[in-house]
């Protein structure tokens, strides 16, 4: 009976508490404003970031598992994380290894546990169709295998051919996106486009399973690779392999025999390091994931400033709430109340200020979320965890500045606080 009692109390103060804390919010409008202000910046920074660093992982995942699980790419270089260079040969690692290469390529196509390969370059470059003119549209010179390998499908017409990829055609396959821009209403099919002032035929129109923020958002074309390297003004030594095994090989099969075969044609010796880099998707994914983790680190950071500014304005404003209430304090101790029924119901009072100041910053976080989803083609989605962990923040931080506060009344003379005017 007596527990019931107990936690009957334990609610009816922790009611009271809220009231209170509301009622100073709308006594001093300007102090709480300025305290639920920086709570709200901190929660609101931990969503919004929090869901846009969410909705680019899930985009960047469909877009690995979009090329087919197996997968995997040949790199002149590869280093997880941010490469920062100073164009010095200590900084610029990749310098010491050769280019990849067409030939290079060829020879992975040839052994027994791969089924494709596709070669890919890429640039930006002007595209235009009659009066359309487009300053900067992805331009890709790839392998005649690359939907096979790349993934997605051609939803009208078909890709460049082996016999027109030898010949260095001026063929192009277009993305929905591009198409709708060049060829509003149009049947793209038999077109002639220019690009980088030469025309151009186009082929099909591919429709990408996903990419990297979200699926064909960009205007993209792919022309063979071999019109590429002739027509394109790009930076040169950066192609890399993307590679298919056969349905029997393991991914770790594959990705030794290519290893292997590299070695073989670069005339490396045994204990020489490889002078190419072989990545799987998984790689591609971690080193990702390092990357966004820095802007975790930033986000904390950011929340942590605007927690504490309203931690501040919860000192402020309690310390005011406490002397302005110094007889009511006083009246409540001659009656019998304990420093830590005094202590529990400031404490109550300092965690719903920052719990309203939560609350703010959830449906900001939430509404620039939804912006982010709607503007661009990040699916941005509020992760239930940033939302758990802002409501935790906001209420250990009530807590924590509410001790200073909540202590001072707790340790009031109830003689003294009677007699205060």
């Known amino acids: ?40 910046i901190g929660v609101m920074v931990v969503i919004a970031m929090g869901s846009a660093i969410r909705g680019i992982n899930h985009s960047v995942t469909a877009m690995l598992e979009s090329a087919g699980p197996k997968t995997f790419y040949v790199f002149r270089f590869f280093q997880g ?17 050769p280019w990849i290469t067409v030939q290079e390529a060829e020879a992975i196509r040839q052994l027994p546990s791969i089924r494709d390969v596709s070669v890919e370059e890429q640039t930006n470059g002007p595209v235009s169709y009659g009066t359309t003119k487009l300053s900067s549209v992805n331009v890709l010179g790839s392998g005649p295998a690359w939907v096979v390998v790349s993934g ?27 198409a709708e821009s060049l060829f509003p209403g149009i049947d793209p099919i038999g077109k002639r486009i220019k690009i980088f ?7 099909g129109v591919h429709v990408e399973a996903a990419s990297l923020f979200g699926g064909g958002e960009d205007p993209t074309l792919v022309i063979p690779h071999t019109t590429f390297t002739k027509v394109a003004d790009y930076w040169k030594g950066w192609m890399q392999i993307i590679v298919m095994p056969t349905e ?77 209430r110094t007889r009511e304090i006083g009246v409540r101790k001659a009656l019998g109340a304990t420093r830590g029924e005094i202590m529990f119901q400031f404490l109550i009072e300092a965690a719903t200020l920052t719990l309203v100041g939560c609350l703010v910053g959830l449906g900001l976080g939430v509404l620039i979320a939804w912006g982010i989803r709607a503007g661009t083609p990040i699916p941005a989605s509020v992760p239930v965890l940033s ?35």
């Open 1 to 40: 009976m007596k527990h019931g009692i107990g936690i009957s109390g334990a609610l009816a103060r922790m009611a009271e508490g809220i009231g209170i804390a509301l009622d100073s919010i709308r006594a001093s409008k300007v102090r709480a404003f300025l305290t639920i202000l920086g709570v709200a």
């Open 81 to 97: 994380g941010l490469n920062i260079s100073d164009g010095s040969d200590e900084l610029s690692p990749w310098r010491r290894n």
């Open 152 to 178: 997605g499908e051609l939803s009208d017409g078909r890709s460049f051919t082996p016999v027109e990829y030898a010949a260095g055609s001026h063929v192009v396959v277009i993305n929905k996106k591009l």
């Open 197 to 203: 002032g030469q025309y151009f035929t186009v082929l």
């Open 248 to 324: 029997a090989a393991t991914v770790s099969e594959a990705q030794d025999e290519v290893t292997a075969a590299l070695r073989v044609r670069r005339g490396l010796k045994p204990g020489e390091d490889n002078n190419f880099s072989v990545i799987t998707q998984d790689k591609l994914l971690d080193t990702f994931n390092s990357v966004t983790s820095g802007f975790f680190i930033v986000m904390i950071a950011l929340s942590s400033v605007g927690l504490m500014v309203g931690g501040v304005g919860v000192v402020a404003i309690m310390m005011i709430s406490v002397t302005e």
């Open 387 to 421: 939302v758990v962990m802002a409501l935790a923040a906001s209420t250990v931080t009530g807590i924590l500045f509410g001790l200073i506060p909540a202590n001072r009344a707790s340790k009031m003379d109830p003689v003294e606080a009677l007699r205060y005017e």
